[in-house]
T-cell receptor, first 114, second 117 residues
Framework: AQKVTQAQTEISVVEKEDVTLDCVYE???????LFWYKQPPSGELVFLIR??????QNEISGRYSWNFQKSTSSFNFTITASQVVDSAVYFC???????????FGPGTRLSVLP | EAGVAQSPRYKIIEKRQSVAFWCNPI?????LYWYQQILGQGPKLLIQ????????DSQLPKDRFSAERLKGVDSTLKIQPAKLEDSAVYLC???????????????FGPGTRLTVL
């Protein structure tokens, strides 16, 4: 069975600090997709990234970066120079590529204080 | 481009009453999903449509929940009768790809927050 663990329930940082959100997953599949979504107070889930398990290259998009390590089943997300607008709940998710299993982690609530 | 629209945004009902939620996906998106998000948890998939056909409804409590997507565009999710444990946010999402795979990138609406008293 697939499972996603986000051990950090809540994190608070001061603006301009860097912060890393952890994601550890379990799956028996050799190929799968990993996702990160942001859920601001408005409630809408905002897509951030989708990563195929074949591609272990780290990715950077502006202040966001993702570190995918298949050996440790982790897909961590780092926000550099955090801003108040980054305050939200962040979800890591895992899906089969050809099946229909799609599971979200419990989320990490990030509060960025001015 | 307009996003996924959902209504109502909030709904309060008493247990054993019925309720319906509406979703309009992004124009041209073939696949539509309904999720249930209980407070403090990640979303859980209830049902997935590709056009107007059901791809997966294995986690839909069919004794009380039903969903339809007539004409392959808008969709409604109904609960009848509601229970206290149905209190949650109901999220609708859509994806452009016609593959119908759950791994396709999904775009979410703002959700409907249901409170059952």
């Amino acid at each position: 069975a697939q499972k996603v663990t986000q051990a950090q329930t809540e994190i608070s940082v001061v603006e301009k600090e860097d912060v890393t959100l952890d994601c550890v997953y379990e799956t028996r599949d050799t190929t799968y997709y990993l996702f990160w979504y942001k859920q601001p107070p408005s409630g809408e889930l905002v897509f951030l990234i989708r990563r195929n398990s074949f591609d272990e290259q780290n990715e950077i998009s502006g202040r966001y970066s993702w570190n995918f390590q298949k050996s440790t089943s982790s897909f961590n997300f780092t926000i550099t120079a955090s801003q108040v607008v980054d305050s939200a709940v962040y979800f890591c998710a895992l899906s089969e590529i050809y099946g229909q299993n799609f599971v979200f982690g419990p989320g990490t609530r990030l509060s960025v204080l001015p | 481009e307009a996003g996924v629209a959902q209504s109502p945004r909030y709904k309060i009902i008493e247990k054993r009453q019925s309720v319906a939620f509406w979703c309009n996906p992004i124009s041209g998106h073939a696949t539509l999903y309904w999720y249930q998000q209980i407070l403090g948890q990640g979303p859980k998939l209830l049902i997935q449509f590709q056009n107007n056909g059901v791809v997966d409804d294995s986690q839909l409590p069919k004794d009380r929940f039903s969903a339809e997507r007539l004409k392959g565009v808008d969709s409604t999710l109904k609960i009848q009768p509601a229970k206290l444990e149905d209190s949650a946010v109901y999220l609708c999402a859509s994806s452009l790809e016609a593959s119908g795979r759950i791994s396709d990138t999904q775009y979410f609406g703002p959700g409907t927050r249901l409170t059952v008293l």
